[in-house]
């Protein structure tokens, strides 16, 4: 008798009476007792039921199911605010250090320590179960993986588990409905943003390196060739005579920018410069200026400078065609400037910009990340210093 | 592999002593356990009956390990308050004898040795205390005091139902298994590992009812 369901029998009662049973009918779990469900590809039997929960100022209250299968022998399946975790005995004593503990090479964080009694227990078990028996348990987590220790006087035990999803236990049991909402962040349920984190990075190097790639391209296919090179020297006397009107030169090739820089002797002053430059067929102009200042002293703090003799200016989509460039300065103070125009350079900026845009989804995982993380350890005995969580019961 | 069969002296049934560490046998048909003597057998007493339990091994369980086969001979069983354990006895096919313990659906199979340690006295054994034997480092996991129900087929020493037990379990990361009991005066030493129950690759398991 019993021979299914692991159940102790009393020696000294000539009845055989079962000294691990205890019918309790307050009690109802949220599996039934004798329901059977595939774990490992085998077949386990709810035989037992467990109310725990924790003695002390905070009550946390959960819910344990024994499983049963004759040769794979028990699995604990327990259920907190909708979380699921599978566990089973571990052969071994993993070695606790500090805040963590490492089994098989697997490296756990603390995640709680706290007296547990039997509130309720119905089923069978392999020893007697008492309400109100009390052990010492402490949990470490490895999302999903979860480590736990139980002691008492006699005996320290020590369970190896893994999270398990509510559908998928509804699923094993082949149960009707859905399993309960879950309620915050289980300790050991893996972050929805860890497991992706290495596809994402993947993507977005792929990403990258095509930007770069297509970058390179643009400089080997780009001319980057020298159009005008133009030197003048501003009088503020005579700022009439200060513009000059280039010779007209060519900008072949496609339609393609083409850079301006301009450098100035300017020092401890500043010269504005009006920059037109005139398609020599059509007569479309394009004008356009820039101030260029540059300062430098020194103070308390040191030696300074301000701003630069120099400035560039990309002009984008420029057709091929005969042009002139009109430049004409003014300012406090003579100034002798160069402006060289360049055809079709290639921008690194957009490379930054494409790049920037490739990480904004990895920063914003991240965060999601964090903050998963944080709600996890905001139900710990550590909330106050590694999650960052809102609630404190250290 | 059969090293002696005599012929029980209370009913005449027979009865087997498969190892040659074996010196207690209890015959299968009437309980008369019987001591091994040179020539004979002699009878002590009647060994209680088993409590029937759930556990899928039974004598004659045939198993693998490390790559050693074995033959499951005998079974001594053993409560406490509020539950109870079996500690199978097989003989391996190299000559050793050894134990197969189950343990809330939990095994390990270890060997009686010697250790160079001195060993921790009963009074100081605790859950938690570290212990070496042998130079490796264990932890002890359970300290039970516990008694006898009884046993069946061979055993490698004299027992009796009603006896008390005095024992820990011990372990390490790498599920290194060992016990230290001190039923006796003088404390053994049984080393081993803690086993998977489907790496045994076992046959000849007992049928339990509503598993296949």
New interface residues.
Partial sequence: ???????????QDPD?RL??RVEQTKVTPLIPLGARGRFESA?FEVIGYLVRRTVGEEVYTWFELLL???????RWLVNYHGHWTLLK?A?????VSGRSA??LGQKYSHFSTATAEVAAVAGEF?????VGERTLVEDWVAPPRTLSRE????????SVGEYVDGAAVWKAFGLPGAPPERIGVGACQPSPYAGRGGRVARLLLGFAVAAIALHLLFVMFSQQKLALDLTGEYQPKTPDAATVVSEPFTLGGRTSNVRLDVSTTVANSWVYVNFALINDVTGVARSFGREVSYYSGRDSDGSWTEGSNWDRVYLPSVPAGTYLLVVEPEGPYAVAWRVRLTRDVPRPLWLWLALGLLTMPAVAMWIAHLRFEGRRWSESDHSGSSGGGSSSDD | MVIKEVSCPSCGGPVKFTAAQSILAVCSYCRATLIRRDVDVEQIGTMAALIEDASPLQLGAEGVWRHTHFAVVGRLQVRWEQGGWNEWYCVFDDGRAGWLGEASGEYSISFEGTVPEPLPRWEALRPGLRVTLGGVGYEVTDVRRATVVGGEGELPFRVGSGWPTAAADLRNDTARFATLDYSDDAPKVYLGEMVEFPALALRGLRELEGWR
């Avoid at chain 1, 052969?91 to 070695?95: A, D, E, I, L, T």
């Fill in positions: 008798m019993c021979g299914n369901c692991g159940a102790v029998l009393d020696a055989a000294i691990a077949p049963y299968n004759p040769t794979l022998g028990f005995a052969p071994g004593v993993p070695s490492e089994y392999p020893w007697q179960v008492k002691r008492n006087e006699q005996e320290t035990t020590w």
